[in-house]
C-alpha cells in the first residue's frame, strides 16, 4: 500500500497535487451547500405550511421523509382544503406495500381527501382509446378560439362537453355559453367575481351554503379578503334580507344528499355545483337548466390531476366577466390538459355508446361505489359504533330504471360517548375530515369513498373491527 503510494507520488508533479486538491475541497464545499440547500427547502416548505394553518401547527407529510404518518393533533380549518398530498410517490410504494402485507394494523389509511384513484383501474383497461401525443409544434399560441367568448377554450374540449351532457341528459348546454377553468376551483373563484355587485361603497356580498357544506368554501371565499363577497356561514341560519350568493352543491359533499336551495331570499344569485352529478354517484332525475352550472373532471372521470372544470353559464355578460378574470389570474388555460380532457369525455361517451360488452365508464364506477357502499354498511353495522345517511331511490332517466344514490364520500356519525369523531378515528389510524370544517359538529367525519380498492379493503375491515369491547386502542 505504502509501495503504490510512492509509485504514484513519483508519477505526480506539485502541479497536480495542487490540482486534485482544489477539486477535493470543491467537491466538500459542493456537498455542503446541497446539504445546506435541502434542509433550508425543508424548512422554507415547513414554514410554508405552519403559516397556511396559523403559524402554530403541526407539520405533516412532506414527501421525501419516507414517513407517511400525520400528527393531526392540531388539525385547523385550513387544512380542510385539498392542498397536501399524502399519496406516496411511486418510488415509496412498494416499500409501502410491503409494509402493510406485513402488518396492516399498523398501516395509517388517509380518507381526507376525495382523490379520486379509484378510476385509475378502468382508465389502465382503456388504454390507448384514452391516450393522446401531443407533437411539440401544437399548443404553443396563448389562442383557441377568439370569436368565442371564452377565447381560451379548446373546441374539441367544448365540443365533448356539449356530447357527453347530451348523453347522460344532466344539463342542458343549447344555448349556453362554457366557460374551461384550471379546475371548478379556480371557476368558483371567477363565478364569485363574475357574480358579485361591482359597487365597493357597499358591504361585500355574503356567500352561503347549506351546512354541512363543502369544507374548501369559506377557505376559497376568505382567502384573499375581498372587497366584493365575503363568506356568509350557513345559508339555513342566514336571513336573506341582503343581497346574497347561494351555493347549491348537489348531490352535496359531504353529505351526499340532494339539494335545492335553501335561502328564498329575493335578492339571490345561485351558483349550482355540479362535481357529483353524473349517474355513478346519483340517479340523473332532471337535465339541469340554472343560471351557472360547475362540473369538473375530477370527480366526473377522476382526472382530478388534469386539472380542468368547467362552467355552463346563461348570461353572457357574466361568462365575459369570468372569462376575464381566468385571463387576468392565469392567461387562459393549459391547453394540453383541455386535450387530455376531451380526449377522456370523448373516451367516456364512446364507452356509453360502444355496443360490445364491455363495461361502460359509468358502468363501471356505479358498480364500484355500489359495492363500496355495501361494504362500508356491513362495516358500520358490525361495529355497532356508527352510523350513515340513508337514501331513497330515485328514477334515473340515464339508466332508465330507478337507482340508489352511492355519493362519493361518506359522512359518517360516531355514535354513544364518542365526542370527536375524527381523533376517535385517528387513534385507530385512519385519518378523515372533522365535521366541523363542514359547518357541522364533531360527531360527524367525511370519509372518502374514492381510494384505490387495497386502501377502502383495509378501511372497511379496521371499522368493522372496532367495536364496544376495543374502543380504545
Ligand atoms: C363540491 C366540489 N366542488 C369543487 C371541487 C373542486 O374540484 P376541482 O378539482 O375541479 O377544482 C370539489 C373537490 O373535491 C368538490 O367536492
Known sequence: MAMGFNKMLRFLSLKHLLMLSMALNLSLLLSRLIAESESLRFKIQEDEKSQERGGNDHYCLVWGTRDNTCDTSTSDQSTAHVSKNTSPPAALAEDIEVEKAIQPDSVIIN????????????????????TIVIPGWQSLSYFSDISNVCWFLEPEFAGEVRRLHKLVGNANTDDRHIVVGTGSTQLYMAALYALAPTDTSKQPISVVSAAPFYSSYPLMTDFLKSGLYKWGGDAYTFNGEEPYIELITSPNNPDGFTRKPVVNGTGGILVHDLAYYWPQYTPI???LDHELLLFTVSKSTGHAGTRIGWALVKDKNIAQKMTKFIELNTIG??????LRAAKILGAVSDS?????????FFEFGRRLMTQRWKQLRHAVRTSGLFSLPEFTSDFCNYYEKYSELHPAFAWLR???????????????????????????DIKFVRVSMLDRDKNFGLFVERLSNITSENKFP
Request: net charge negative; glycine share 8%.
Open 111 to 130: 380518507l381526507d381527501h376525495g382523490d379520486p384513484t379509484m378510476y385509475e383501474q378502468f382508465w389502465e383497461k382503456t388504454g390507448e382509446k384514452a
Open 352 to 360: 356509453c355508446t360502444d355496443s360490445s360488452d364491455s363495461e361502460s
Open 414 to 440: 360516531c355514535e354513544g360517548d364518542i365526542e370527536d369523531c375524527e381523533k376517535f378515528l385517528r387513534d385507530h389510524k385512519i385519518i378523515t375530515r372533522s365535521g366541523k370544517h363542514f359547518g357541522r
Open 285 to 287: 332525475t332532471s337535465q
Open 333 to 338: 388555460v393549459s391547453k394540453d390538459s383541455q
